[in-house]
């Protein structure tokens, strides 16, 4: 009989078929960075297919720390639940984390597709939780708890990493919280599922350190965050997770991202080795060598410059 290995954390992650290859590239990374802990993943998808699940599964075969689960996700349950052009409904699948994971679960580790990890998570592991229902880090300067009425002493938390504390967040029925704060908040969130976090949580969770939670201004060289070049500089060097919010995603060619050749290398890894960008053409790759050599603040100018030449070329 097979050893059943037990799993010293539990992971969630959510999307659909077209997000498969950010996951596995994530899960490569978390992997190859914690070869000491048994992960239990869970994998909410409202659409997938045989094929994405099967190059999923086999991207993570060789792994022996991981069992790994693709659960589907009923899609009529997001019927109605405000969104904005820049997210899909899949944003808020992560509020019924409590029906992915037994009873006796006390603490799952979410992660968006779009990070990279590049350390130990232990201790995500060990964090004292007490009675708060999650632990996430804060984006510092964000104005939101203004807009949303609430205390800006208690900050505003980015939701692409969360330590979720499954007794807290059963207790008080988190899910249906947020789900009925999500309804009444229509036309009134910009990240629809993190605004409703925050509102319904931002005095119940414990404040991470940047380096769990590195979201893409930490490495531009200009940026609008509330911190000292110092304090940037210490993130940066001793990231632990890399998250690539915003638009400047690590699968486009035109990423300038430092991060992206790690993403790249995880992808190198799994059943998606070899996929070409879709904005990879001859102009861009034109382009990409412009800003590399000028800096990407004048990456504006750059594009303008190209725009012309297209249009003046014979």
């Given amino acids: 009989m097979q050893e059943v290995k037990q799993a010293n954390a539990h992971i969630l992650m959510c999307g659909d078929a077209g997000y498969f290859q950010h996951i596995a590239a994530c899960l490569v990374s978390l992997l190859e960075s914690n070869k000491g802990i048994q992960f239990s993943v869970v994998v909410a998808a409202t659409r997938s297919s ?15 720390n991981i069992d790994l689960r693709v659960v589907h996700f009923d899609p009529s349950c997001l019927a109605g639940l405000p969104l904005t052009t820049a997210y899909p409904s899949e944003i808020y699948v992560r509020f019924w984390v409590e029906h ?10 979410y992660l968006d597709g779009d990070t990279v990890i590049t350390g130990s998570i232990e201790p995500l592991l060990a964090l004292d939780m007490g009675e708060n229902v999650l632990a996430a880090v804060q984006i510092p300067g964000s104005d939101r708890p203004q807009r949303f009425g609430y205390d800006p002493k208690f900050g505003y938390f ?45 005095d119940r969770y414990v404040r991470l350190d940047y380096v769990w939670n590195a979201i893409s201004p930490f490495f531009k060289e200009m940026n609008h965050l509330a911190l000292t070049k110092t304090e940037i500089a210490r993130v940066v060097r001793d990231v632990r997770i890399v998250h690539f919010n915003g638009g400047a995603k690590p699968w486009h060619y035109l990423c300038f991202h430092p991060y992206a050749k790690e993403y790249l290398h995880c992808v190198s890894k799994t059943e998606w080795r070899g996929f070409r960008p879709s904005d990879y053409s001859a102009i861009n790759i034109i382009k990409k060598k412009i800003i590399s050599v000028l800096g990407e603040r004048r990456s504006g100018m750059v594009s303008s410059v190209v725009r012309k030449f297209l249009a003046t070329a014979p």
Avoid at 50 to 64: D, F, P, T
Avoid at 100 to 109: L, P
Avoid at 182 to 190: E, I, R, V
């Fill in 158 to 202: 980015n939701s692409g990493v969360m330590v979720l504390n499954l007794p807290q967040w059963r207790a008080i029925n988190a899910k249906e919280l947020l789900v009925t704060k999500a309804y009444s908040m229509t036309g009134k969130l910009n990240d629809p599922d993190q605004d409703v976090l925050n509102i319904c949580f931002h």
């Fill in 100 to 109: 992915y994971f037994a009873e006796d679960v006390d603490r799952v580790i």
């Fill in 50 to 64: 045989e094929e994405s699940n099967r190059k999923l599964q086999g991207s993570l075969r060789r792994y022996k």
